[in-house]
C-alpha cells in the first residue's frame, strides 16, 4: 500500500526543471490574484497561526495523501489507469476531476474550477517521479500563496 501511495521514495524534485516551472507558475498566479482580489495580504506571522497552517501543511497533505496517493495510486495499478497521452494518465484525469468537485463542496463554482488545472500539475508530478512528495511540497506552496494573498480562511 505505500508503494502504491507514493510514499516509499523521496526523489530529488526539487532539481526537475517541470517542478520548478510549475512553482514559477504559482508565483504569477499569486501576482494575477494579488491584483484582481479586493483583499489584503495578511501579515506574514498570521501564516504561523494554527489555523493557517492548517490550510497551508495538513489540508494538502491529506487532500494529496487521499486523492493522488490513494485514488490515483490505485488507479495507476490498472491498464485503463496508467494508459496516458502526452504524459496526462487517465488515473490523473480522474483524480483531478474528483478533487475539482470536492473543491464545490466550501468554493465558489470558479475557485472549484480553477484547482483543475494545478491538480493536473500535481498528478503529473506524482506520476513523473512515482512518489507523492512532489505533489504535496507543491500543493503546499500553492495554498502558502494563495491563503497569504486572500487572508481567506
Do not use: C
Not at 485514488?71 to 494508459?83: D, E, F, K, M, V
Not at 496516458?84 to 473543491?103: D, K, Q
Not at 480553477?114 to 503529473?124: K, T
Amino acid at each position: 500500500m505505500i508503494r502504491q501511495m507514493g510514499l516509499d521514495r523521496f526523489p530529488p524534485f526539487f532539481k526537475d526543471p517541470i517542478f520548478l516551472l510549475a512553482a514559477a507558475g504559482a508565483v504569477l498566479f499569486w501576482i494575477v490574484l494579488g491584483r484582481s482580489v479586493d483583499r489584503h495580504p495578511i501579515h506574514p506571522r498570521d501564516l504561523l497561526s494554527r489555523h493557517y497552517l492548517s490550510l497551508i501543511l495538513l489540508q494538502p497533505f491529506v487532500e494529496e495523501l487521499l486523492f493522488r496517493g490513494f485514488l490515483q495510486g490505485q488507479w495507476l495499478q490498472t491498464a485503463w489507469g496508467s494508459a496516458s497521452r502526452h504524459g496526462i494518465t487517465v488515473a490523473n484525469l480522474i483524480t483531478s476531476l474528483l478533487f475539482v468537485a470536492s473543491h464545490f463542496i466550501s468554493h465558489p463554482a470558479g475557485w472549484a474550477v480553477a484547482v483543475f488545472f494545478p491538480s493536473m500539475i500535481f498528478g503529473y508530478l506524482r506520476d513523473r517521479h512515482d512518489s507523492l512528495y512532489p505533489a504535496m511540497v507543491l500543493h503546499m506552496f500553492y495554498n502558502a500563496g494563495y491563503f497569504y494573498l486572500t487572508g481567506l480562511p
